[in-house]
């Protein structure tokens, strides 16, 4: 079945380094998803890519979605210590189109 | 914030008790999944259901059921707790877009 793979699985960052996870999926997405968990909380919904090539930025998160469509990344410019979490993609695959959850980047950071 | 909600939050159980974890949401959503997930792991799915009457299996073999009899609601069922089951569960639906909107979860112990 569909594989989605992210690395790195943890980083730990000074505040104000930036800081980059990558995501790769075993077959072509139609759509890429990232959310973002606090430590204790639940996964919330950050943005969704959808083109070939697509850039989207929040503030200082900047998301990629490949030209094949098979790869993602988030990239945070200047870390704060908001930003400590665990970081997941997420694509439509498999039967029905079910989500599959990558493994997942924790980050921290220290100040 | 979209509305779905878990219940109990917290849940410290016996072995061999039965329990059901409750999860709605009243956004009319097709698609409900329920993850289990140890601190600062990575989601595993163990059940979905594309709407009533459907429910499917995940990836990680579980010795939970659910059922699906009506749209908004997707109560998880544990017929013998035993400590391996302890855990968070989070309970998700996702809309006609594919993006998911999580339950704030139900932390699990068995003793």
């Known amino acids: 079945g569909q594989q989605v793979m992210q690395i790195p699985q943890y980083q730990h960052v000074q505040e104000g380094e930036d800081f980059t996870t990558y995501c790769n999926s075993s077959?072509?997405?139609?759509?890429i998803q990232w959310y973002k968990q606090r430590p204790g909380g639940h996964p919330v919904f950050l943005i969704q890519?959808?083109?070939?090539?697509e850039v989207k930025k929040q503030k200082r998160l900047t998301f990629q979605f490949g030209e094949a469509k098979k790869n993602s990344s988030l990239h945070i410019t200047a870390t704060q210590t908001t930003d400590v979490g665990t970081y997941f993609c997420a694509g439509p695959g498999g039967y029905g189109n079910k989500l599959v959850f990558g493994a997942g980047t924790i980050l921290r950071v220290k100040s | 914030e979209a509305d779905i909600y878990q219940t109990p939050r917290y849940l410290v159980i016996g072995t061999g008790k039965k329990i059901t974890l409750e999860c709605s949401q009243t956004m009319g959503h097709d698609k409900m999944y329920w993850y289990q997930q140890d601190p600062g792991m990575e989601l595993h799915l163990i059940h979905y259901s594309y709407g009533v009457n459907s429910t499917e299996k995940g990836d990680l073999s579980s010795e939970s059921t659910v059922s699906r009899i009506r749209t908004e609601h997707f109560p998880l069922t544990l017929e013998s707790a035993r400590p391996s089951h302890t855990s968070q569960y989070l309970c998700?639906?996702?809309?006609?877009?594919?993006?998911?909107?999580f339950g704030q979860g139900t932390r699990l112990t068995v003793v």
């Open positions: 890519l959808v083109k070939s090539g």
């Open positions: 077959t072509t997405l139609s759509n």
């Open positions: 998700a639906s996702s809309d006609g877009l594919g993006r998911a909107f």
